[in-house]
């Protein structure tokens, strides 16, 4: 069974940088049949898709054109895990975050806990 | 980006009775390389993470209820729960995986009437 595991700060000041890892067991970020995506949830903007990371023979990430360049999702294969970097925040960006596994194609399987990162001064 | 729109936002169901709700995308996430429609359901409960229900349309994940279905081609799309039950109180997602950003309908809120 695939559990993923949320870590990071839940207050970041507006400009500042939002970073999250999601530590993930029963799998491996490595694996060449899943993807690893980051999905956030906030009353105004629902459910938005962030991006994903995923090996096939070589690290491919894909992100959303509407994170512009603000957005870094890095797999760590000696901890198992990915994370995910937001640049330059602001308000808008508070929400809760979530990790998920995409299995095969375009369906997530399994979720994080998800953690709310209020962006804030 | 593909726009995902439910109908209704929310809606009120006695225990027992059927629950249809609707999903439609603005464009067709239907691929006849493969037949299959990119189109997803999620279950959220409150304080809980979305729960995959079903993929390619009309494919139950394991482990959801039979009570559960759905179906649909191209652009229109129907969940729908035969029998609704107390447990099936949440909010209810559909998302299309046809091509990246992956999108989300905004959520149809179904309570016991």
């Known amino acids: 069974q695939v559990q993923l595991q949320q870590s990071g700060l839940g207050v970041v000041k507006p400009s500042q940088t939002l970073s999250l890892t999601c530590a993930i067991s029963?799998?491996?970020?490595?694996?060449?049949?899943?993807?690893w995506n980051w999905i956030r949830q906030s009353p105004s903007r629902g459910l938005e898709w962030l991006g994903r990371?995923?090996?096939?023979?070589?690290?491919?990430?894909n992100y959303s054109i509407h994170m512009k360049s603000r957005i870094t999702i890095n797999p760590d294969t000696s901890k198992n895990h990915f994370s995910l970097q937001l640049n330059s925040v602001t308000p808008e960006d508070t929400a809760i975050y979530y990790c998920t596994r995409e299995a095969v194609r375009g369906w997530s399987n399994f979720w994080g806990p998800g953690s709310l990162v209020t962006v804030s001064s | 980006d593909i726009v995902m729109t439910q109908s209704p936002e929310s809606l009120a169901v006695s225990l027992g009775e059927r629950v249809t709700i609707n999903c439609k995308s603005s464009q067709s996430v239907f691929s006849s390389s493969n037949n299959n429609n990119y189109l997803t359901w999620y279950q959220q409960k409150p304080g809980q993470p979305p729960k995959l229900l079903i993929y390619w349309a009309s494919t139950r994940e394991s482990g959801v209820p039979d009570r559960f279905s759905g179906s649909g081609s191209g652009t229109d799309f129907t969940l729908t729960i035969s029998g609704l039950q107390a447990e099936d109180v949440a909010v209810y997602f559909c998302q299309q995986y046809y091509g990246t950003p992956y999108t989300f309908g905004q959520g149809t809120k179904l309570e016991i009437k």
């Open positions: 990371t995923y090996y096939r023979s070589k690290w491919y990430n």
């Open positions: 029963g799998d491996s970020v490595s694996s060449d049949s899943a993807s």
